[in-house]
């Protein structure tokens, strides 16, 4: 049984920074081609950032793009998601996610979810 599990989401002010960090427990971690969602109160779920399995390829949504990065130590089973220069818009609970199929649609395994608020 694979689990995922997200810490680190808070409260912050506008511009400023939180890092969010899941640790992946059950399987080889260094398999699964990772993924960071978010969502937001009364919207869908969204893409945020993903991660290849060596953590050579990395892509963001547009966002997000140049303030967030996406990072994984496969020794530790972890990957996490600094968020610098923080907005209001970026408030939403931020799930974590794995797959195995890097070409798959459909991540196979989520985590819990952790609030990340941004007051202006």
């Known amino acids: 049984q694979v689990q995922l599990v997200e810490s680190g989401g808070g409260l912050v002010q506008a511009g400023g920074s939180l890092r969010l960090s899941c640790a992946i427990s059950?399987?080889?971690?260094?398999?699964?081609?990772m993924g960071w969602f978010r969502q937001a109160p009364g919207k869908e779920r969204e893409f945020v950032a993903r991660?290849?399995?060596?953590?050579?390829?990395?892509n963001y949504a547009d966002s997000v793009k140049g303030r967030f990065t996406i990072s994984r130590d496969n020794n530790k089973n972890t990957v996490d998601l600094q968020m610098n220069n923080l907005k209001p818009e970026d408030t939403a609970v931020y799930y974590c996610?794995?797959?195995?199929?890097?070409?798959?649609?459909?991540?196979?395994?989520w985590g819990q979810g952790t609030q990340v608020t941004v007051s202006s």
């Open positions: 059950g399987r080889s971690f260094s398999n699964y081609f």
């Open positions: 996610a794995a797959k195995i199929d890097a070409f798959s649609l459909k991540y196979d395994y």
């Open positions: 991660i290849s399995w060596s953590g050579g390829s990395t």
